[in-house]
């Protein structure tokens, strides 16, 4: 079983940045692939974001390339995702998740966190 805390949302003007973490509970937690989604009001969730479980492959989906950059800490128990030069398109609930392999599918995650709003003004 893995726990999963966001942590980080908030409001922040275009142009600026955020950082959101993720921490889990659980001790198999370094064998698992972290990522990242995110939905707005009306929409379906959509994937950001993945990083496998030694951190030596990410994969950004491309509204977030050069602009977002997910790391991860086993020893801490924590993924981040550091947002910087933000849009208004950006505003939505963000998920961590973990799942047993590098996937962009949300169905294919197996653990999901309860979300942190995040809010770009224009």
């Known amino acids: 079983q893995v726990q999963l805390e966001e942590s980080g949302g908030g409001l922040v003007q275009a142009g600026g940045s955020l950082r959101l973490s993720c921490a889990a509970s659980?001790?198999?937690?370094?064998?698992?692939?972290m990522g990242w989604f995110r939905q707005a009001p009306g929409k379906e969730r959509e994937f950001v974001v993945f990083i496998s479980w030694n951190g030596d492959r990410t994969y950004n989906a491309d509204s977030v390339k050069g602009r977002f950059t997910i790391s991860r800490d086993n020893l801490k128990n924590t993924v981040y995702l550091q947002m910087s030069r933000l849009k208004p398109e950006d505003t939505a609930v963000y998920y961590c998740?973990?799942?047993?392999?590098?996937?962009?599918?949300?169905?294919?995650?197996?653990?999901w966190g309860q979300g942190t709003q995040v809010t770009v003004s224009s």
């Open positions: 659980g001790r198999t937690f370094s064998s698992y692939a």
């Open positions: 998740a973990a799942s047993k392999y590098t996937t962009t599918d949300p169905n294919n995650y197996d653990y």
